[in-house]
């Protein structure tokens, strides 16, 4: 078929090929006729001759769509418009913009139909076209063919058009032009709804702009015609517990009751987990409990929140009490509200409990994931058992086709160097590198601080340089356990060196490597270069805390210094930091003002 279109086209000159030009000229007519659909068996002469409308319904004729195809846009494809008589409208545009032919034809078309006689693109068609453009992410064309509409003045966008516009400027990560189009729009007298509002508003709760969703509300609320729907408060509330704003957030709650509308489950659950994180248990409990009362069903998220809280809080049997609960009520856990469980019976030392309820979990028609495994393999190590054990589960989760992850990997490297089995996560380490996974600066950590409560110091220094060379750089964490390894080993001239080094790479030293080097001044050079660590870092953005001082106070203590010991503990008092009790009674033994109460 595509050699003889390619033929016919030759013979109407458009190839130069005096070979193909010598062929039979063909009518424009058979051209498109080429292109008929085959005709149904029961179709006869009469159906044959049927006009392009059926009960007044006006179809867009399949020859035209498969010159498209073939001859993409140019002179031929206009040639069979005006063979076929299809009128250049607004509905043939729209039609072609539906069609599956590419994008770049599209586009083509629709500035040759822009330049027909008596014709004007208008709102529908320019939308046509973005949308076309937005299914193929080509962004900047899409912004250039918003500009383009909005401009035009023969185009009014309505509030429904804002709020796709907003929405596909959102997903296109084109914020700022989608705040800039919004009030461009708006200034044009289209008053946007509760529809372009969310949808103003959702972009921005997805950038992280919660203090400008605020600022849109308020607006909003002042339009006098445009009234926020449980959608607006849905995103409002999602805003303000993320910013921590309880008081706020309750208070929509309640404008939202008082305007007749009935919280979802979403905004109970986001509060609920707001209440728990700002450990207000009770406020947590008593939103569950209305909750229900407004005969709104907690769903699988609520119950999660709720034993997350909970379970974070230690309180165990109450978690347990709302997971039993959960399922009385006929709502069925899945995997991710029994990893849950199964991490604080783990953490709370009921292995046996987390084991019974992995067990569980076919019943509960729930698949273990790499989580689950995870989970279970923590467990085993803090509650101290054999190595085997947690091997075991090791190859029962690759055996079960779960691919362990970086952090399986990190979980077992940091179990087996606290049980020290070195040997054991060293060949973790190497698998874990066979395997393809990135460098993972924890599982050097562990490894790291194993090697150097062993004293092996060069092997340890060895993978520190490999953590390097493999990353690029290291976390603040590893510096600082090398430093303070490098101290304990009375090389303070190279733990020096690593805190500079820090410094210059960009990776500003935290509390633990500050109290790391502060320590092993105080182990080498005495108390007086300690406290001008201590000096130091109270001038910086990472303050002093308990260890911090103690270490200093140490110091003082050995060196005899009690008056500086004695200002040092006033200082601490102050600020609400508690004494090394070992510390404070070596001073005052030293003194002679033991308490003997």
């Excluded at 033929?7 to 292109?35: D, H, W």
């Excluded at 849950?340 to 046996?352: E, P, T």
Aim: charged fraction near 25%; hydrophobic fraction near 40%; charge should be neutral.
């Amino acid at each position: 078929m595509a050699r003889r279109a390619a033929c016919l086209l030759a013979a109407r000159g458009i190839y130069s090929s005096p070979c193909l030009a010598r062929r039979l000229k063909q009518t424009e007519n058979e051209i498109v006729q080429m292109f008929r659909p085959p005709a149904s068996r029961k179709e006869g002469p009469i159906a044959a001759m049927a006009p392009r409308y059926t009960n007044s319904i006006r179809v867009l004729d399949e020859r035209f769509i498969r010159i498209l195809k073939i001859f993409k846009w140019g002179p031929d494809a206009e040639k069979a418009l005006e063979v076929l008589m299809l009128r250049v409208d607004h509905w043939l545009v729209r039609e072609v913009m539906k069609t599956d032919v590419g994008v770049n034809v599209k586009m083509q078309f629709f500035r040759w139909a822009a330049k027909k006689r008596n014709y004007e693109h208008d709102t529908s068609t320019y939308m046509a076209l973005i949308h076309c453009l937005e299914a193929v992410e080509q962004y900047g064309e899409m912004w250039k063919m918003i500009q383009e509409m909005v401009r035009n003045p023969i185009c009014v966008v309505t509030p429904t058009e804002l709020s796709a516009v907003i929405r596909m400027l959102g997903n296109a990560k084109m914020i700022s032009k989608a705040v800039a189009i919004f009030y461009q729009i708006k200034a044009r007298k289209c008053q946007p709804t509760a529809q372009a509002y969310n949808s103003m508003i959702i972009m921005l709760m997805h950038e992280g702009q919660y203090e400008k969703v605020h600022e849109l509300y308020s607006e909003m609320s002042n339009e006098g015609h445009c009234f926020p729907d449980t959608v607006t408060y849905s995103a409002l509330i999602s805003a303000f517990c993320k910013l921590g704003r309880r008081e706020s957030a309750v208070q929509l709650l309640n404008e939202m009751k008082e305007n007749g509308m009935q919280p979802t489950a979403k905004i109970y659950t986001m509060l609920i987990a707001l209440f728990f994180k700002l450990d207000d248990f009770h406020g947590a409990l008593n939103l569950f409990d209305e909750m229900k009362y407004q005969y709104c069903q907690p769903d699988v998220f609520t119950y999660t929140e709720l034993i997350r809280g909970l379970g974070k809080a230690g309180k165990i049997d109450e978690a347990c009490h709302f997971f039993h609960e959960m399922q009385r009520e006929g709502c069925r856990p899945d995997t991710v509200v029994i990893n849950n469980m199964i991490h604080f019976l783990g953490k709370a030392g009921r292995l046996d409990d987390a084991m019974k309820l992995f067990q569980d979990m076919e019943n509960l028609r729930c698949i273990p994931n790499v989580v689950t495994y995870n989970t279970i393999i923590k467990a085993l190590f803090e509650s101290k058992s054999h190595a085997s054990e947690v091997t075991s589960w090791f190859e029962r989760m690759k055996g079960s086709g779960i691919a362990p992850s970086s952090f399986t990997y990190s979980i077992l490297i940091d179990g087996f160097c606290k049980t020290n089995r070195v040997e054991k996560a060293m060949m973790l380490l190497e698998e874990m590198d066979e395997k393809g996974f990135p460098p993972c600066p924890a599982a050097y950590c562990s490894l790291i601080d194993s090697l150097g409560k062993a004293k092996r110091y060069d092997l340890a220094c060895e993978l520190f340089q490999e953590l390097k060379e493999n990353c690029g750089s290291s976390s603040a964490r590893v510096y600082a356990v090398m430093i303070k390894h490098l101290g304990k080993a009375g090389r303070l001239d190279d733990a020096i060196d690593l805190f500079d080094e820090m410094n210059k790479l960009g990776c500003t030293p935290n509390v633990y490597a500050y109290n790391a080097l502060m320590s092993g001044l105080a182990r080498a050079g005495g108390p007086h270069r300690a406290m001008e660590m201590l000096y130091n870092m109270k001038q910086s953005a990472i303050k002093p805390d308990a260890v911090s001082y103690n270490t200093v106070l140490s110091s003082l203590s050995h060196a005899g210094m009690f008056e500086e010991a004695a200002k040092l503990m006033k200082e601490m008092n102050e600020l609400g930091f508690e004494y090394d009790l070992i510390t404070y009674s070596s001073i005052l033994e030293a003194i002679g003002k033991v308490d003997n109460e």
